[in-house]
């Protein structure tokens, strides 16, 4: 691997954020804080007019009482549980900035859950700007995008041997599933295929695999079937992890 090519896989893995628990600790899921992140963003924009929302980070409420998940999670994932999302946002004048406060946070706590299946249970907001009243555009062309703009994740790459292929085609069949993709465990590699202990100290195989969701499929629902499909297409039936890195 190019010096170039492990300084961009590098930044993309940064950008990541924190890998944050989708659901419960038995649903086996995870998503990252910058595809979660994106669907609040795109929430706010849509469902709360004359707000303009900041800096955003998601991490659990409280770190000290969280459960162990069913399956072995991510690297450096966070655990299952209660999940606080702290974010900076900007607003008109034309409402008292609490009504606006309270807007957005309504919009944020129905897209977490609605449209994602994230656990949120605290949402701190912070007013550190007024925004001018919003003006109608002119029509102009619009103007074209910047060069460059944030890395992107690098193409999954066709999987080794017949339980990867089984376990890519599994997941691909789902509904909601949009493609696989690769993040963590070196460019382009979407299926992880591990072995870890089991309860009987009996080594079992463990599956992890990195998807793109529709963003009108919830995304927590879609990785619960990835996990009963990967699950049930291998004759061991290893356990199932599922990372999703993108909601589009």
Same mark, same amino acid.
């Given at each position: ?25 038995? $649903?086996?899921?995870?998503? +990252? ?54 974010? $900076? ?131 927590? $629902? ?16 290893? +356990? ?9």
């Amino acid at each position: 691997m190019t010096v170039d090519r492990w300084t961009q896989l590098v930044r993309h893995q940064v950008g990541l954020g924190r890998l944050l628990p989708l659901g419960g600790p038995r $649903d086996g899921a995870w998503i +990252t804080e910058e595809a979660a992140g994106a669907v609040l963003r795109r929430a706010a924009a849509d469902g709360a007019p004359g707000v303009r929302l900041g800096a955003l980070r998601i991490a659990l409420a409280d770190p000290r009482d969280v459960p162990e998940p069913v399956v072995p999670a991510p690297p450096s994932a966070l655990p299952p549980g209660p999940l606080r999302v702290t974010a $900076d946002f900007a607003a008109t004048a034309v409402e008292p900035l609490p009504t606006a406060a309270s807007r957005l946070r309504l919009v944020l706590a129905e897209a977490a859950t609605e449209r994602l299946g994230l656990a949120v249970t605290e949402i701190d907001l912070r007013a550190t700007d007024l925004l001018e009243p919003e003006l109608p555009e002119p029509d102009l062309l619009e103007p074209a995008a910047p060069a460059g703009g944030a890395p992107q994740p690098p193409p999954a790459r066709e999987p080794v041997g017949t339980d990867g292929a089984a376990v890519t085609e599994a997941a691909l069949a789902v509904p909601g599933v949009l493609r696989l993709t690769g993040s963590l465990g070196g460019p382009g590699r979407a299926v992880h295929i591990e072995e870890h202990a089991g309860a009987a100290a009996l080594p079992r195989r463990h599956i992890r695999v990195e998807l793109a969701t529709d963003a009108t499929h919830r995304a927590v $629902d879609v990785a619960r079937q990835v996990r009963a499909a990967v699950r049930d297409a291998l004759p061991d039936h290893p +356990t199932v992890a599922v990372l999703v890195t993108a909601v589009d």
